[in-house]
């Protein structure tokens, strides 16, 4: 026998299984059409031997059925019906497809602005929530540090599929907190701190230039960041995943700027902190910048042309 890491980046098994005495099994919720869809993105995106789909056994869950669990990551999704593949994609096996290459832009002039909210316009810390959250109630900070930021419920929140209070009550549920729900509202928006070389650069932006907030976020989160800081009050507009029903890279919530700006993409300059982002900003037509810092920001939108309000040489 010879023991191995697994060849593959990722493995997800979608139960096929289907009970010879007619009780309830995923054969009947569309498993096999899920599996099949699912194999169609890994060979049309250069996922081959990289990543497998198998189609499993009887997990002993049909009654949750579909289901697909995923490895490593330990991930399960239950109940999945057709219509949520995309989702599973988006967060499985999209993150791992090599990037479309990047078509250059004819140069435009910039005539609008999309910003990312978290780590550019604001800085946040998910790790001290948890911590905060967890104290004294013998739950682990790192668990639900975890569910803060890979888990599909996390997904459900920010897509607006699910309340704050469902969600707390899942999070409570699953690591047995017994901190109350104005309490957990309170710590769980309590991780964002103002970075004023931002807010400063926004509102010399704004006296020139219309400039909407694209962000993948929830409700008690945005409307406690609109409330503490006055500046997001003063932008152009927002798009918003929990709105939109959808999280970036998906197109939907760009197609959704697109809408509200009214120009076209090669004249909006989008800002975000995450390459996968930028690089779906790519090939919505974009221009586009990955934020490290506002200085670097502002060297970029100088060698673009663009006019700061208030600027001080």
């Not at 939109?244 to 902190?273: C, M, Q, W």
């Not at 502002?298 to 060698?303: H, M, V």
């Amino acid at each position: 026998m010879e023991s191995k890491r697994s060849p593959y980046l990722k493995h997800l098994y979608v139960c096929v299984n289907q009970r010879v005495d007619g009780r309830e099994s995923c054969s009947q919720k569309e498993a096999e059409q899920i599996r099949e869809k699912l194999k169609e993105y890994v060979n049309t995106h250069g996922l081959k031997g990289k990543v497998r789909v198998s189609g499993a056994g009887c997990m002993d869950l049909c009654e949750q059925g579909a289901n697909v669990m995923v490895y490593p990551g330990e991930r399960w999704y239950s109940r999945v019906t057709l219509g949520d593949v995309d989702r599973i994609i988006e967060q499985e096996l999209s993150p791992l497809a090599p990037p479309v290459p990047l078509r250059p832009l004819s140069p435009a002039p910039v005539r609008a602005f999309l910003f990312d909210l978290g780590n550019v316009l604001v800085k946040f810390n998910h790790m001290e929530a948890a911590r905060k959250i967890t104290a004294g109630t013998g739950a682990s900070p790192d668990a639900l540090f975890q569910l803060f930021f890979e888990s599909p419920l996390v997904v459900d929140h920010d897509e607006g599929r699910i309340s704050t209070r469902q969600f707390y009550e899942e999070v409570s549920g699953r690591l047995g907190l017994s901190v109350g729900y104005e309490n957990f509202l309170q710590v769980w928006n309590d991780i964002f701190t103002e970075d004023l070389q931002m807010t400063e650069l926004l509102r010399r932006l704004l006296r020139s230039y219309p400039a909407y907030l694209i962000s993948n976020t929830n409700r008690p989160h945005f409307e406690y960041l609109r409330e503490v800081y006055p500046v997001l009050q003063e932008m152009n507009g927002w798009i918003l995943s929990y709105e939109v029903g959808s999280l970036k890279p998906n197109p939907t919530i760009y197609h959704r700027a697109l809408e509200l700006v009214r120009l076209p993409a090669a004249e909006i300059f989008y800002v975000d902190d995450r390459e996968d982002l930028i690089e779906a900003g790519h090939r919505m037509g974009f221009q586009t910048h990955r934020f490290t810092g506002a200085d670097r920001l502002l060297e970029d939108l100088k060698s673009r042309g663009v006019q700061m309000g208030g600027c001080q040489d």
